[in-house]
């Protein structure tokens, strides 16, 4: 299994980005995917966890009612739609799946056993 994270970039305060992230080797429909974010000297974070078809997501209180995850199954990829971006989204963002199906995850790191590159994000105020 081989995730593709792709979409970074430098953007100004309030402008939007879309990442997405492709899998090889791997059905997105039937896994949870969580995308995680690390900016500079922090540690790597949940941004928006255990998605399922939306069945059961989790978003981090910093992206509630700005960051929205979709998915395009005929491609196999996932989507992070981010909007309204802010100096302190700046991370490099980083896709990840759990070799195990379904529902169920959260975001801790350890429950994920594949993850994409990482594509940095930029935000200048």
């Known amino acids: 299994v081989q995730l593709q994270a792709s979409g970074g970039g430098t953007v100004q305060a309030g402008a939007s980005l879309r990442l997405s992230c492709t899998a090889s080797g791997r059905t997105f429909s039937r896994h949870t995917v969580t995308w995680f974010r690390q900016a500079p000297g922090k540690e790597r974070e949940g941004v928006l966890c255990?998605?399922?078809?939306?069945?059961?997501?989790y978003y981090a209180d910093s992206v509630k009612g700005r960051f929205t995850i979709s998915r395009d199954n005929a491609k196999n990829t996932v989507y992070l739609q981010m909007n309204g971006l802010k100096p302190e989204d700046t991370a490099t963002y980083y896709c990840?799946?759990?070799?195990?199906?379904?529902?169920?995850?959260?975001?801790?790191?350890?429950?994920?056993?594949?993850w994409g590159q990482g594509t940095l994000v930029t935000v200048s105020s």
């Open positions: 990840a799946t759990p070799s195990g199906q379904g529902s169920g995850y959260g975001c801790s790191e350890e429950e994920y056993d594949y």
């Open positions: 255990s998605h399922d078809s939306g069945v059961s997501d």
